[in-house]
């Protein structure tokens, strides 16, 4: 009988974690809060508690699990496992992560980003559709990136590649980004880039039309918001949108005339939007990239939602343990 695969998707608030068959169907998934107090040293403890407890609860033994994939925030030594630096969860000056995770669980695992784990799992079971040449664009609070070349994650030689976010897109006046640069494509195309921009042209107009009523009665607006308003054709919204499409046009043009990948998969929050962002973003690709590039590459939505990073991660399991 062929072993199960244990996915965590490690975030600043929750951790999410699945039971996934060697052949990628989640058996059984759910969350625990990521406890990041004491400079984050109850997490892997946590974790390993919540996998024992759930393997009772479902009346299975430890010796059914191949291994733990683990997706976490930050730049990843996929080697040894270490994190170099998680601010978030109080983790820094190269934290032993895989090491830490296999004394308390008993089981052997393996690490890598959390960006570069969605990545693998659209790959396996979402839009990648089995493309070997990927890469995977997470637009949410921030903007993460994950890249996949002939079938292998792209880990650079501090495991950094994929810093898709932090690419500057705006090279004079741009916004500060939490990184220390200014003009990061993050701080224009994430959720919080498009209230910032949301909010700036709402300063600056007459404050009428759908966007501004909203305002109005909330006291501030959301992603979400500028995208309903858009559709319902509100102009402050829609030069949001034009402004949000045009940078991460730009962005992706460039990152595949660097490496001609067959799909460009967005996922977050912020590509819910749909067409009336995903339409806008093709434009400004097919302007900016290459033509042969323009012609073989695919622009999706991401498909598996909040299931890709524990999917990627058990991917990870199953290919590297």
């Not at 089995?130 to 002939?150: Q, S």
């Not at 500060?176 to 880039?193: D, F, R, W, Y």
């Not at 607006?221 to 308003?229: E, H, L, M, Q, R």
């Not at 299931?307 to 990627?312: E, K, N, P, Q, S």
Request: hydrophobic content about 40%; some cysteine.
């Amino acid at each position: 009988m062929d072993k199960m695969l244990i996915g965590v998707d490690l975030g600043g608030t929750t951790t999410k974690l699945a039971l996934i068959s060697y052949y990628g169907e989640i058996l059984h998934k759910w969350e625990i809060p990521t406890d990041v107090s004491d400079g984050g040293k109850n997490i892997t403890t946590n974790i390993a508690k919540t996998i024992d407890r759930k393997l009772d609860e479902l009346g299975h033994d430890k010796k059914e699990v191949l291994g733990i994939g683990m997706g976490a925030p930050g730049p990843v030594n996929l080697a040894t496992g270490i994190i170099y630096e998680a601010v978030n969860l109080g983790w820094v000056d190269e934290y032993p992560l895989k090491d830490l995770l296999e004394v308390e669980t008993s089981l052997p695992a393996v690490i890598d980003n959390d960006a570069n784990c969605a990545a693998l799992g659209e790959m396996w079971k979402g839009a990648g559709d089995g493309a070997k040449d990927l890469v995977c664009v997470t637009l949410g609070t921030g903007v993460g990136g994950g890249v996949i070349a002939n079938g292998t994650v792209v880990h650079g030689i501090s495991g950094a590649a994929g810093e898709i976010g932090h690419i500057t897109s705006i090279t004079e006046g741009g916004a500060p980004c939490n990184c220390g640069k200014t003009g990061c494509l993050e701080t224009i195309a994430s959720a919080t880039g498009i209230v910032r921009l949301a909010q700036e042209e709402l300063d600056k107009s007459a404050q009428q039309g759908v966007l501004a009523e909203i305002h109005v009665k909330n006291g501030q607006v959301s992603a979400k918001d500028v995208f309903d308003a858009a559709r319902n054709q509100d102009p402050s919204a829609l030069k949001v949108i034009d402004t949000v499409a045009l940078h991460l046009g730009l962005v992706l043009a460039n990152i595949a005339n660097t490496l001609n990948p067959e799909k460009i998969v967005l996922g977050g929050g912020v590509s819910q939007a749909g067409e009336i962002l995903l339409g806008r973003v093709g434009e400004h690709f097919n302007k900016f990239a290459f033509p042969r590039v323009a012609k073989s590459t695919e622009i999706a939505i991401a498909t598996l939602g909040n299931d890709a990073g524990v999917i990627g991660a058990a991917w990870l399991a199953k290919n590297k343990l």
